[in-house]
């Protein structure tokens, strides 16, 4: 049973990392299928990637809640600066909140004499993943959640394979468990109906319903042939369903890859084929991000351009770079917008890598560009109708300068609680993603309420902030929208209630212990 806490470990390293290159749910849309096909309750799975997601969304999509959430609040020679400070705030809360309930967050799936027999392991493997994450978001606000992610899929599967701190769980130690119970493989599981050459399966000991025992299928015709069991001699008898599961993992991916190869048979060159919308996205993002390689001043360049005056809506401006500027909106002078077509995280990584993959891999696709294009379409409707409807909003309360709705809030707030405010910083950004299903709308909604708060009191602006992303982190552990996809994915027809009643503790819990970490280290009154 070491095999479930190596598994569940390499899952939040992935996570982790899927959140940091993509973000909008998807690490819930890839992970909690995994643990249903493992042969876990789809309520649990569905819970523990949640709240998994909870502890990266403050880098989701290269950083995007902060770089975009965040933008509008500081002049631009600030930025920088300002959004480095706001991601290593957050970054020490959230590591705080892992150590802290990563072992609650295991034992939804996992017995706890597993656990208990696996902390150096389960540590150690945690360590990899929030370690560089942490080191990195002193230096980016871009990064954490991706190089942490990856370099703990790496260090994780070290660990696993020179067996550091695993050790196996035998039957007699799980004192909470039926002893025929041990072993079982669920129905939900990959190898419940696993075909052997001669069509027939049966395990030692004793299956859960529905499992290989119950439905023994015949791999010529897939009939039915549980009432033929009758000289099970004749039968092969597989030890262990790990075993088993091992097996059919391994069949899996040649049939998906083609046969595992050698390290002098290509196995590098694959390996970097397969890899490279990763590697890609982050030499891309590392080239056009730092300074001194001097692709940021190409990106961004204003001049030289074309004008195209559109009477009292503005001038729109497109530069040489594709900077796409409209001046003057409305008339309303200093009210400008910009949008850095090849600097933003669009077109330049994601396009471009998704296009050089496509192109490589052309014969592998299982579907047509096109119909790749629509999926993508469809799963972008929801989040930029709520990202629209938040850019609006968010417009509309910073204009007019102290007779804003945004100045008004956050003053009438801030007089009203005082210090306290502080203990509703991260709950209104877990408020603003449950309502809106995005870290980064939480951000553009009530980031501005935040830093107006944090100066009529008196503190640290970017350490309401921080508390605010955290919340907003927290709160997609809680979001209606990301609960009804999770359950969607996984076949899973039941009320929200069912999984809110557990993943508002851990949403609790981290705003709580950030607001602590915040007082203790950041927050000075």
């Not at 990392?17 to 309520?43: K, N, Q």
């Not at 009292?312 to 008339?331: E, H």
Request: aromatic share 10%; net charge negative; with cysteine.
């Amino acid at each position: 049973m070491d095999s479930n806490i190596r598994f569940y470990n390499r899952v939040f390293a992935f996570a982790y990392m899927i959140e940091g290159a993509s973000g909008f749910g998807t690490p819930v849309a890839l992970g909690a299928p995994m643990l249903v096909s493992m042969g876990h309750d789809p309520v649990k799975s569905v819970v523990t990637l949640l709240v998994m997601n909870t502890f990266a969304t403050v880098w989701g999509g290269v950083g995007t809640p902060t770089w975009f959430g965040f933008a509008s609040l500081f002049p631009i020679e600030e930025q920088a600066d300002a959004f480095i400070e706001i991601s290593y705030k957050a970054d020490v809360c959230l590591s705080i909140c892992a150590f802290l309930l990563i072992l609650p967050l295991l034992h939804i799936i996992c017995p706890w004499p597993l656990i208990r027999k696996n902390l150096l392991f389960i540590f150690l493997s945690l360590t990899a993943v929030m370690g560089p994450s942490l080191g990195l978001s002193f230096v980016f606000e871009g990064f954490p959640a991706l190089i942490g992610g990856l370099v703990g899929c790496v260090g994780t599967t070290m660990l696993i394979k020179f067996k550091i701190g695993l050790r196996q769980l035998e039957d007699f130690d799980q004192e909470d468990r039926d002893i025929i119970e041990i072993g079982n493989v669920s129905k939900h599981s990959s190898i419940a109906k696993i075909r052997i050459p001669n069509g027939k399966l049966i395990s030692e000991g004793r299956l859960s319903e529905g499992s290989c025992e119950d439905e023994v299928v015949d791999s010529e015709y897939g009939n039915d042939n549980s009432n033929d069991m009758t000289n099970e001699a004749d039968l092969p008898v597989v030890n262990a369903p790990e075993d088993l599961l091992a097996r059919s993992q391994q069949e899996m991916l040649e049939r998906a890859l083609g046969p595992r190869k050698e390290v002098g048979e290509g196995y590098l060159t694959e390996m970097l084929g397969r890899t490279s919308p990763i590697w890609l996205v982050v030499l891309l993002m590392v080239l056009t991000r730092v300074e001194g390689v001097g692709l940021k001043d190409y990106l961004i360049r204003k001049e030289p351009n074309f004008a195209i005056y559109f009477g009292s809506y503005g001038t729109f401006r497109l530069s040489a770079s594709l900077v796409l500027q409209l001046d003057n909106i409305l008339t309303y002078p200093g009210l400008n917008w910009k949008f850095e077509l090849l600097y933003i995280p669009f077109i330049m990584p994601f396009v471009v890598v998704s296009l050089f993959t496509m192109l490589v891999y052309r014969r592998d696709l299982q579907r047509s560009p096109k119909q790749i294009a629509g999926a993508v379409a469809r799963r972008l409707k929801n989040p930029t109708i709520a990202l629209l409807g938040a850019l609006s909003l968010v417009q509309l309360m910073l204009k007019v300068d102290t007779s804003s709705p945004a100045h008004i809030l956050g003053t009438v707030l801030a007089d009203w609680f005082q210090e306290g405010f502080i203990v509703i910083t991260p709950l209104l950004g877990a408020l603003g993603s449950f309502f809106s299903g995005s870290t980064t709308v939480s951000n553009l909604t009530f980031g501005t309420i935040q830093l107006l708060a944090a100066e009529s009191i008196g503190i640290s602006r970017t350490s309401v902030l921080s508390l605010q992303i955290v919340g907003a982190s927290a709160g997609i552990g809680i979001c209606l929208n990301n609960i009804i996809a999770a359950c969607a994915v996984v076949g899973l027809n039941i009320s929200e209630g069912a999984i809110l009643k557990q993943t508002y503790k851990f949403t609790f819990a981290i705003t709580t212990i950030s607001t602590l970490v915040m007082l203790a280290f950041f927050i000075r009154f």
